[in-house]
């Protein structure tokens, strides 16, 4: 029962919920929907215990849709798209209730389109019919454009239309991409489906064409990750986006552009994608990305900007491990993409809280408040840290595995990256102390207030996560750990080690999950 | 699992971390709690190393040949890649784990007098327990990754205790100039990770040394390489030639930290992450003389500078510099026992002078607070004299003085002649060594000239503190004195731990340390010397520390130094010297600068902002409106129009058809 209805569920709540909060009272609109966002919270939370990690497909349901066209309402999920989806559970209630006092107009439409974005982003994570996911990608795009577009900053108009223009851009030449494929495997089998594994099986010989193809794919991906030079419009959707928006934004709509190069980029073109100059290409974008991005963070005036840039560097990593194919690097891939929605995801709210404030998002405006708000400094010191990957937070085992897993495939490359670490620190510091420490000269800051229960209800469930998958990440390792085997066995068959037996302490406590 | 109380060894770091937990949680809700947060913080430590000795004494009733590995969780475990958290105890990692945690205790009691006034007391002690605990994830750690949680995780304590009066930019400016240097350092040790994973197939040390000798043809690229990224990664910790200009920043932070971070325990990791790994150094000679030859050069290079600072800490600073340079020397060498020798020594006589600089600075600064005053109370121009008010620092001071001077029989003697033995020993086999000898043995005038100098200054000759001020000044305290009298016995007596044959002794920390340092020693053993040779290198060595210290009393003339307000600026050498050879200042404007031009004027807002987002972003959309804008003259919705266009175009058609 919950395993066939567990998703549909997911897909469908959100929904419900948005129309009922749309059609009650604005003030209620909160309230409803955060409680909404708990309840699909919690809906989501057995998916944890009840995945068995064995590589497969799972909570798989297929209903026809469109017959006649062979749609189908596919989904399901794997160590790959498991923790997307809780994580997108999981940030959707903290984006709530981070908005409660910085959203004051339009409430009800508000909520109720953060609740249908909800459906949005699920759907991708788990849509199993190339349709479906397409369908979904664009409705995830529509919400965050009203999002970006009513409840932003001064120029919020130009951010939303770009960050439209550019993601609608790229996911219409996806669109044409999966119909040739459909067209393809329809013509070589005589059967009519979107159906993945049918046109994943199918995807063969299609020649030169291939090219085409994951060039189209690579295009609606690239902008979402975003890889340099098409990562413009990332700085102004984020500087004008509402918090939750700029939270959400980072924390799961980027993931889906790293998360498509996974499902589908990847597995349907690996003769493309691997070849020498793709991964030229992807290898060297990456770098610029992680160095590029390091650089150009470090002179932002705008706190926001500055995260935006750093979101560049992080899912510089991600595209540098998925690329380089072995287990750690793809694993620690998947890791960097959760850590950053946890990590960049608490930057943005900490920023959010003193803007409300303060009314400035400019470093400048600050300066020695760790003084008047102690609380505000301790915690943005430690999300900090854990952004710049130091041990014993999430960002460490990320990194770290991404690139000693890359360190084997591409190791000057890899050499080159881990050189990320020291922008990182250069730019996160330089801001910290610019924000919290030097003399407090604003006489504006002598009386901010420190950071209010409800703020800290927001934090402290990332606080947890920080430290959590900083220490003992392995419950979530174990989960994906088949999934990446099964993806590198079937682009590179036959170079994914065998796990060394009976390695490792405590093998007993894996048990209790 | 020995079921003896070695099995406690989790203790020692866990009582710390305790102690943070609770010091921080006392930081940010009641502040004001000092007695308790004092009972908390030196209390966590004072228990930390009676688990230290507890262990120490079980320990050796095992008479263990290898380490003792406590594997407590699975921390990274991906395919091939299994990171347990484990720490693991052997003779290395207790010689360490002593250290930390008993010159740690009394640095803690020295605080708790040091620190009383300031209103981050409980912040204080909230970040010095957490540095304990990483120094000991350091020390303990039983692969790479777990060294590393300790070895980041110190520098972390280190950046936030030199910007711990973080109001003053310098400060804040100080304690973030550590951690990216620190880092610059730390991609070197991932680096090597990364090589000594994919080479070797392991990170835990066991595995790695029993598949290093294998695994990597000696002297070879591959280990060349991993040893040479291992090294970087020691430069930045240990502020070695190129990476060491954050060190003498760092004296920005209270004095106490500067005593136990910055020359007890955290700079000297390097020191033991080359020992730890002797193996893999063995294995690669040209890496272990560029150890050596970097340490020999920052052992000199440091000197210099140290001799015309005026500020009492940095000379300090510079004088750790030098003596992590020595520590170096050694292990590069192949001799780890002096290297690990002298870091046990310069923990007990540095920790000395800087706690004594401590109290100095506490009395000075007392005494300008009664006046008003705000001359600065690191200045030495502004002491003079003070061993009339501070006897007992002074004459604890003078103990350490000597020690670091090389005099005998205090602990520093025993320990540097053992350095600059091993190096003139290993030149008979390979020349350079005798440079470096040569560096080290200048070095160590110098460090015996600018040590006298600075007790000179400090507690000789007339105060030139100032009139007022001097009815002030008074010895310190006995929570700060206390400590002191221990460091005092500790930087006297502490040679005794290995006294070499030359004079009968027993050698013991050699002895015990072999286990460790066998497989290093194996493969790279010490050339021997003939006992007259010693005898010679003995004798030279004194004489250089005789001269230095006689050489400096008659030189220097502290009856006509001038207060520093009223100080003119040296002039030539004296100038360069007194700047640090403007280090500081070739870093900031080659690479600094540079940097933050080339990001903020090229990439930023000609790249990004013109180039991508200006021309192509934009620009594409111009082009759009543009192409829109033209083709409104076309769809007029005059039918006139329409009509005169249809007729030109079939008109075209025509002729085309036609010719």
Known sequence: MYARWVLTALLAWPLIAGVVVLLLPARLAKYVALAASVIEFAISVPLWWTFVPDGSMQFTMDRAWIAAWGIHYTVGVDGISLFLVLLTTFLMPLSILGSWSYITKREGGFYALLLVLTTGMIGVFVSLDLFLFYVMWELMLIPMYFIIGVWGGDNRLYAAIKFFIYTFLGSLLMLVAIIVLYVHAGNATGVYSFAYAHLLSNAKDLGPTAWWLFGAFFLAFAIKVPLFPLHTWLPDAHVEAPTAGSVILAGILLKMGTYGFLRFALPFFPAVALSQTVQLVIVILSLIGIIYGGLVAMVQPDFKKLIAYSSVAHLGFVMLGIWALTLQSVQGALLVMINHGISTGALFFLVGMIYERRHSRLIAAYGGIARVVPLFAAILTVVSLSSIALPGTNGFVGEFLVLIGAFRTYPLATALATSGVIVAAAYLLTALQRVIYNPLTQHENENLTDLTPREIAVLVPLLVCILWIGIYPKPILRRMEPSARALIEQLKPGTVQAPPAGAGAGEGEGGQQ | ?659
Not at chain 2, 182 to 210: C, E, H, K, P, Y
Not at chain 2, 561 to 566: D, G, M, S
Not at chain 2, 602 to 608: C, R
């Open chain 2, 1 to 659: 699992m020995t079921g003896t109380t070695v099995d406690l060894i989790w203790l020692a770091p866990a009582l710390p971390l305790l102690g943070f937990v609770l010091n921080g949680t006392l930081a940010l809700a009641r502040p004001t709690a000092k007695t308790l947060v004092s009972i908390i913080g030196a209390g966590v430590l004072l228990a930390a190393f009676g688990v230290a000795i507890a262990v120490f004494s079980a320990f050796t009733g095992l008479h263990a040949e290898a380490p003792v590995v406590f594997r407590y969780w699975s921390w990274i475990p991906v395919g091939t890649l299994q990171v347990d958290f484990a720490l693991q105890v052997d003779q290395l990692s207790l010689v360490m784990l002593l250290v930390v945690t008993g010159v740690g205790s009394l640095i803690h009691l020295f605080s708790i007098g040091y620190m009383k006034d300031d209103p981050g007391y409980a912040r204080y002690f909230a970040y010095l327990n957490l540095f304990v605990f990483f120094m000991l994830v350091l020390v303990l750690g039983a692969s790479f990754p777990v060294m590393f949680v300790g070895w980041e995780g110190v520098g972390l304590c280190s950046y936030l205790l030199i910007g711990f009066w973080f109001s003053e930019e310098a400060n804040a400016n100080a304690g973030r100039k550590a951690f990216i240097m620190n880092r610059i350092g730390d991609f070197g040790f991932m680096v090597a990770m990364f090589m000594i994973f994919w080479s070797t197939g392991s990170l835990d040390f066991d595995t790695v040394f029993a598949h290093a000798p294998t695994a990597l043809t000696a002297g070879g690229t591959a280990i060349t390489a991993i040893t040479l990224f291992l090294f970087l990664g020691c430069t930045g910790k240990s502020a070695q030639i190129p990476l060491y200009t954050w060190l003498p920043d760092a004296m920005a932070g209270p004095t106490p930290v500067s005593a136990l971070i910055h020359a007890a325990t955290m700079v000297t990791a390097g020191v033991y992450l080359v020992a730890r790994c002797n193996l893999l150094f063995a294995l690669a000679p040209v890496s272990s003389a560029v150890v050596a030859g970097v340490g020999a050069l920052t052992a000199l290079f440091a000197a210099t500078i140290a001799l015309k600072q005026w500020d009492i800490k940095k000379v300090l600073a510079y004088s750790t510099i030098s003596q992590l340079g020595y520590m170096f020397l050694a292990v590069g060498t192949g001799a780890m026992t002096a290297g690990m020798f002298h870091l046990v020594t310069h923990a007990f006589f540095k920790a000395l002078l800087f706690l004594g600089s401590g109290s100095v600075i506490f009395a000075l600064h007392r005494a300008y607070h009664h006046t008003h005053s705000h001359e600065d109370a690191q200045d030495m121009r502004n002491m003079g004299g003070l061993a009339r008010y501070m006897p007992w620092t002074a004459a604890l001071m003078w103990i350490a003085t000597l020690a670091i001077a090389g005099i005998p029989p205090f602990s520093g003697f025993l320990s540097k002649d053992e350095i600059l033995t091993a190096a003139f020993a290993r030149g008979s086999v390979e020349p350079i060594w005798l440079v470096f000898w040569g560096l080290s043995l200048v070095a160590a005038l110098l460090t015996a000239f600018y040590m006298t100098r600075l007790m000179i200054y400090t507690f000789h000759g007339p105060n030139r503190t100032g009139e007022q001020e001097q009815t002030h000044l008074h010895e310190a305290p006995w929570i700060l004195t206390g400590p002191l009298v221990v460091l005092g016995v500790l930087s006297a007596a502490g040679g005794l731990l290995n006294v070499p044959e030359l004079y009968h002794g027993g050698e013991w920390l050699h002895h015990w340390l072999e286990p460790v340092t066998h497989p290093g020693a194996a493969l790279r053993p010490e050339p021997p010397l003939v006992s007259g040779t010693e005898w010679m290198l003995v004798g030279v060595a004194v004489a250089v520390a005789v001269i230095g210290i006689v050489g400096a009393w008659q030189l220097l003339k502290p009856e006509r130094l001038v207060p520093a307000r009223t100080a003119s600026a040296e002039r030539g050498f004296a100038r360069i010297l007194r700047n640090k050879w403007y280090v500081d200042e070739i870093y900031d404007a080659l690479i600094v600068r540079p940097l933050v031009w080339l990001s903020r004027e090229v990439l930023w807002k000609q790249i990004d902002q013109r180039v991508i987002d200006g021309a192509a972003v934009n620009g594409a959309a111009r082009g759009t409106r543009a192409l829109g804008w033209a083709n409104r003259w076309l769809q007029t919705g005059q039918v006139g129009t329409y009509v005169a266009v249809f007729v030109v175009g079939v008109l075209l058609v025509l002729w085309r058809a036609m010719s």
